[in-house]
């Protein structure tokens, strides 16, 4: 796909809800009693997954609307093994939260996942829950997981990588245990599995630096709202952060600050970010988002805040490169495990278009200058943060980029290069001339 440089990104726009919160309504609302009522679902090829997991599983799952879902739980014992192995695609949040999620019940599950999910690891998952009780064989650390359901026993569990994934998958296990289950964590995480489990009624406690669920409560979600996903409008805000003129407003995207990171660090180097209208929607945080371009300066990166722009830092390295002097990101290794090892891809890639990047032992380095990047070929490797990352540094470049497997998008963005398309072509110079 070819991607055009454009003068200026200017609109509002709303983009599909969250694609974490979307994987937990599926699988909570799957063991809930009675129905559940969602709406602002984030409907993507990762979380379609998800609802082909829990019906493989025995769940009813009615869709109403494109982002509109009924879901009929089964309560916290009644998910059935299902003869098949389970499907989970590219998506490592269906794999991992699924294997707690199972584990505590009866009979045999296999899961499994398309190439790239099947190269990521998964002892970091079975570890905790064979802690539990839980029978778990992984493939050489890796998909297929075979899980023969087991009797599970409340741990007390630290973290060795901050990992929002892997203590869900712990949490939803603790909901059959035989007591409380704590997960420990060293650096916060995001936190929507506590949050929705709190909000169907589980007994959960928050403590500054760990959380602990108990089994044995009836689960009722209800009615769910999912806010819009900010990894979704990341793109955008960057975007419009880098090309001089832009001005772009997302209405309605989950504002939770463990997931807030990259406007945090956009703000720091200069950008202009305004948040309107804060609000709940869900139980999360939520507001509208406003980002306006100026000139960005360089920025340092703490190994702390890098699980509240885990899936943003391919974006943030394209703002980095438009920006004036140095940006330094610190403990961002977890990139080499994503759907594709992030890390070496974005300097590959991003120098390729005339970028400054290079890995570091724990993250990587940007020597910004303040001027368009030159462009040429971006290739997202299936990797759909990737594919955005070559459009978003189509659209501010002097010459464009050819952005090969640009489909990737679909993994979380379906209508990912409509949108761009609009807030492209709209594009009346900020603020408008008369
Ligand atoms: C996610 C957690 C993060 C993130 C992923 C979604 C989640 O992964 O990168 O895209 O929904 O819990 P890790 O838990 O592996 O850090």
Aim: glycine share 12%; aromatic share 2%.
């Amino acid at each position: 796909m070819r991607i055009e440089p454009v003068p200026a990104l200017v609109g509002h726009l709303s983009v599909p809800g969250d694609k974490s919160i979307s994987h937990r309504a599926v699988l909570i609302g799957a063991v809930c009693e009675g129905e559940s009522h969602i709406s602002g679902f984030g409907r993507s090829a990762d979380t379609e997954a998800t609802i082909a997991a829990v019906r493989a599983l025995g769940v009813v799952v009615l869709e109403d609307d494109v982002d509109v879902l009924r879901i009929d739980g089964v309560g916290t014992d009644g998910l059935r093994a299902s003869e098949a192995p389970i499907d989970c695609g590219n998506s490592g949040t269906s794999m991992r939260l699924l294997a707690g999620l199972v584990a505590g019940q009866r009979g045999r599950f296999e899961l499994a996942g398309d190439a790239s999910l099947s190269a990521r690891p998964m002892e970091r998952v079975a570890e905790p829950l064979r802690r539990m009780g839980a029978r778990i064989a992984t493939t050489d650390g890796h998909a297929p997981l075979v899980i023969d359901g087991a009797e599970l026993r409340a741990v007390d569990y630290e973290l060795p990588v901050a990992s929002a994934q892997v203590k869900s998958a712990v949490l939803l296990a603790g909901l059959r245990a035989d007591g409380r289950t704590t997960v420990v964590e060293p650096t916060p995480t995001r936190d929507h599995t506590e949050r929705m489990l709190e909000r169907a009624g589980a007994r959960v406690t928050r403590r500054p630096t760990s959380v602990s669920v108990e089994p044995g409560d009836e689960l009722r979600l209800g009615e769910l709202e999912i806010p819009g996903d900010i990894s979704s409008a990341a793109p955008f805000f960057v975007a419009a952060a880098i090309v001089p003129g832009s001005a772009i407003t997302v209405h309605g995207i989950g504002l939770n600050p463990r997931r807030t990171g990259l406007l945090d660090v956009l703000e720091r180097m200069g950008a202009k970010v305004a948040i309107y209208n804060r609000r709940p929607i869900g139980g999360e945080p939520a507001g509208d988002v406003e980002v306006r371009a100026s000139d960005l300066v360089g920025a340092a990166v703490s190994a702390e805040e890098i699980p509240s722009l885990i899936d943003e830092l391919p974006l943030l390295a394209v703002a980095a490169s438009h920006a004036r002097g140095d940006t330094i990101v610190h403990g961002a290794q977890e990139l080499r495990v994503k759907e594709s090892d992030r890390l070496e891809a974005l300097v590959e890639e991003l120098r390729r278009i005339g970028g400054h990047v290079r890995a570091t032992a724990d993250g990587f380095h940007v020597r910004g200058v303040p001027a368009r990047l030159r462009g040429g070929v971006v290739d997202s490797r299936g990797d759909h943060r990737l594919a955005m990352l070559g459009a978003v540094a189509g659209v501010a470049s002097r010459e464009g980029v050819d952005l090969r497997g640009a489909e990737a998008v679909a993994v979380s963005f379906p209508g990912f290069f409509d949108v761009l398309e609009q807030v492209a072509s709209g594009a009346v110079h900020y603020p408008p001339a008369s």
